[in-house]
């Protein structure tokens, strides 16, 4: 008798998940959580922001890190101080913000 192993995992939701189409999924994950004590930070801000200009899920990622209240990290392009000046303003939706900036 044979026990197949597969069948104690649950399965997988079948949607894609914007993840897999993230810029950022082969990048180093330390990248995004820069350690502002040290000298590097700005240069690692500046990367991993780089990344995100190029991404094209992430205005899906910054609307999630808001939804979910991501507190670290860069997430969609915004770091945490930007993504809590945007969470104060209220007036605008993430993505509309990110569409207004590829405009200016």
């Not at 597969?6 to 998940?17: C, F």
């Not at 590097?40 to 999630?64: D, E, F």
Request: hydrophobic fraction near 35%; charged fraction near 25%; include cysteine.
């Amino acid at each position: 008798m044979s026990t197949s192993t597969s069948a104690a995992r649950p399965a997988r939701d079948l949607r894609p998940d914007w993840r897999d189409a993230a810029a950022c999924r082969e990048a180093d994950p330390e990248l995004f959580f820069p350690d502002v004590a040290l000298r590097s930070a700005r240069s690692q801000v500046k990367t991993a922001k780089l990344i995100c200009r190029g991404c094209p899920v992430s205005a899906t990622c910054l609307n999630w890190a808001l939804a979910s209240g991501q507190e670290a990290g860069i997430w969609g392009g915004l770091t945490e101080d930007e993504r809590h000046r945007l969470h104060r303003r209220g007036l605008l939706s993430a993505s509309h913000r990110l569409t207004m900036r590829g405009k200016s």
